[in-house]
């Protein structure tokens, strides 16, 4: 008999014997059931670190260990509780196979193991930024766009949280596509029906990072500048023509359709429903759709209950 064979053997014994003793007492037997299973995605910042749970249940209590099995003991941490903990690094002590990997979380007692779903993690190396607000022109009665700019390499962890005027009103995100004031989850700011009353008016944005929890305010005010046009000018879509958007069973979306032109121009929307859950959107909107899912207004589609 090889060594690995004896190795065997012996694990089988000690495993049959530790059942034995444990049904002797009493007590049944019930492989790992989690409590509590990680997210199929993690991302912290390396100011903060990051943590990640893992429990779970069973007869008798299970072990928590994970795959891979952390490299580097200096960077990541298995708790007592079986937890996952990252350490806050330096830009130069990132690491991929640290860093950016996927792990596993995995229950085991004497009756058997699970595996949890994949864990992809990511570390993010936090970056100094900056945003800004564009003066925006418009023709009267039309709606003006403001964007918060962000730097590409962070506009996946800020979030618009706020307008602030210059008269101190806050604006907030939201889904009421009626009102004077719009703002969509990208974090656009659409005042409808501009006038002179808007008039360079000034507007900042407020953004937070969702991974540092910093906040940050544009440098300089974004303006509306409202021109009276001379002539008929033809339409001209101002907003994204090629755009995705995903969106939760039965929730709602907001679909912008937004241009400039004089007249005013008015808006129709063509809804394509195909069999793989996809709607497509032509901006060209003339609905008389019963009930309350489609609402219309100011050029912005709202899409209730999507199934």
């Known amino acids: 008999m090889d060594f690995n064979s004896l190795l065997k ?25 989690f409590l ?26 299970p072990e928590v260990e994970w795959t ?28 991929h196979e640290v860093h950016a990997t996927v792990y596993r979380c995995k229950l085991r007692n004497l009756v058997g193991t699970v595996l949890s779903r994949e864990i992809h993690v990511r570390g993010v190396v936090n970056q100094k930024y900056t945003v800004q607000v564009h003066d925006e022109y418009v023709m009267t009665g039309n709606t003006a766009v403001l964007k918060c700019q962000v730097p590409s ?19 907030y995100p939201n889904t009421d596509i009626g009102g004077k004031y719009t703002v969509l989850a990208n974090g656009e700011l659409y005042i409808n029906n501009a006038g002179t009353n808007d008039a360079y008016k000034s507007y900042t944005c407020r953004t937070v990072n969702r991974l540092t929890g910093e906040i940050q305010i544009s440098t300089y005010p974004g303006r509306i500048i409202v021109t009276e046009p001379k002539g008929m000018v033809q339409p001209r879509i101002n907003v994204e023509k ?11 979306t907001t679909l912008p359709c937004i241009a400039q032109g004089h007249p005013v121009p008015t808006y129709r929307s063509r809804l394509t429903l195909s069999h793989i859950n996809l709607i497509n959107m032509r901006c060209k909107i003339d609905l008389d759709t019963p009930g309350e899912r489609l609402l219309s207004t100011n050029g912005t589609l709202k899409l209730k209950n999507m199934s």
Request: contains cysteine; negative net charge.
């Open 36 to 61: 509590h299973e990680p997210p199929h995605r993690v991302e912290f910042s390396n100011n903060s670190g990051g943590l990640i749970e893992c429990s779970g249940h069973g007869s008798p209590p």
């Open 153 to 171: 390499y962070m506009s996946e962890f800020v979030m618009v949280t706020a307008w602030v005027q210059d008269t101190g009103m806050h604006l």
């Open 9 to 33: 053997a012996i694990l089988i014994l000690y495993i049959v014997k530790a059942e034995h003793n444990y049904i002797a007492n009493g007590l049944d037997l019930q492989g790992p059931i």
């Open 242 to 252: 090629h755009s995705m958007r995903h969106v939760v069973l039965n929730g709602q």
């Open 68 to 95: 891979p099995v952390p490299p580097q003991q200096d960077m990541v941490f298995t708790l007592s509780n079986g937890s996952l903990m990252f350490y806050p690094f330096s830009a130069e002590k990132y690491r």
